[in-house]
């Protein structure tokens, strides 16, 4: 009984450190800051796209400007409650980067930036990684 009730509770504390780990389980996601986002971000396009390390470093620095302006423009969109313009403001937001984005990328990688653009919003119309979708 005594090596039921220890395993059971090593079990237990495995299971609320994953769950910690993946944000709590109350629908809170931990953001990352600009800079672990471009990061992060910048890591996957090397990946898919074969940047080289320059232009890792400067798909970086468009990414971490894209992303502290991002979190800028949804503080403000927040504190006037305008959903409208914080969709506004992302989409301009995106098109700077991209036009940014298509000066260091080859044609191809852009042809591959592209397309996997393309694939992403079907994405985000069901609802991203959220939990239950």
Excluded: C, H
């Excluded at 996601?29 to 890591?43: D, G, K, N, W, Y």
């Excluded at 969109?77 to 036009?99: L, V």
């Amino acid at each position: 009984m005594r090596k039921t009730f220890i395993l059971f509770s090593l079990l237990m504390l495995v299971a609320f450190a994953a769950q910690a780990q993946r944000g709590g389980g109350q629908g809170q996601r931990q953001r990352l800051s600009p800079e672990e986002q471009a990061t992060a971000q910048a890591e996957r396009m090397q990946e898919e796209f074969g940047l080289s390390d320059e232009q890792y470093e400067k798909t970086y620095e468009v990414l971490l400007s894209s992303a502290e302006a991002r979190r800028e423009k949804m503080e403000e969109a927040m504190a006037a409650r305008s959903r409208e313009g914080m969709r506004e403001a992302f989409q301009e937001i995106q098109e700077e980067m991209d036009k940014e984005l298509k000066s260091i990328f080859s044609e191809a990688q852009w042809a591959k930036y592209e397309e996997w653009k393309e694939n992403r919003p079907q994405r985000r119309r069901r609802g991203g990684n959220r939990r239950g979708n």
